[in-house]
């Protein structure tokens, strides 16, 4: 069972890490948008703009050291690359969060769920298909 388990886990190792990351990047973000909005009275698009710089810097960190494992010598462009994809994704985030927290007057909580399934969708192809592709 155990060679089992090894064989599937490093079959999709990247995939496998990246859902791993980014359940806990999706966490870290939930959480700290979640406790400013309603622990801390702070508005809807701030508490999503904090929670996504916090977010997208344990991104980065955790995506480029263990999920896609760069060895780029280019942080720096890596890094922006990084972050010009995550502002994009931001974007949508604020979209779907303005849409359903501001006009359908939706649950904050679960219309942040739901604007994450899509970001992490799109964070993944960009990271594997321009950030930190294997050349």
């Known amino acids: 069972m155990i060679k089992i388990a090894k064989k599937i886990f490093f079959k999709y190792k990247e995939v496998i890490l990246y859902l791993f990351f980014g359940g806990l990047t999706t966490l870290i973000s939930w959480v700290t948008s979640v ?3 309603y622990q801390f009275n702070v508005g809807n698009i701030p508490s999503n703009v904090i929670s996504w710089i916090i977010s997208v810097a344990f991104a980065y960190a955790t995506n480029k050291t263990f999920v896609f494992e760069s060895k780029s010598n280019n942080i720096l462009t890596e890094m922006l690359r990084f972050f010009s994809a995550r502002l994009f994704s931001l974007a949508i985030d604020l979209l779907i969060m303005k849409v359903g927290v501001d006009v359908f007057m939706f ?3 679960a219309t ?12 993944y192809f960009a990271s594997k298909l321009f950030i930190f592709k294997k050349k």
């Open 35 to 37: 406790l400013l909005f």
């Open 107 to 109: 649950n904050f909580g």
């Open 112 to 123: 942040k769920a739901v604007s994450q399934i899509f970001v992490i969708i799109f964070n």
